[in-house]
């Protein structure tokens, strides 16, 4: 099974600003799909909450 891939715009807290990456999904404990990617500017783990899956 491929692991599943997010491209798309993210907020980075530490820059202020939204960016453009790529990260993978992960699902938390309470089953809410999230995307994890590195922020282009200053390399922050930046998240953004996808829903339910």
């Excluded at 809410?32 to 922050?44: E, V």
């Amino acid at each position: 099974m491929a692991e599943e891939t997010y491209q798309g715009e993210f907020y980075c807290v530490k820059c202020k600003a939204k960016c453009t990456a790529s990260g993978n999904i992960v699902v938390n404990d309470k089953g809410t799909r999230m995307a994890k990617a590195k922020c282009p500017k200053c390399g922050t783990t930046v998240v953004r909450i996808l829903g339910k899956a």
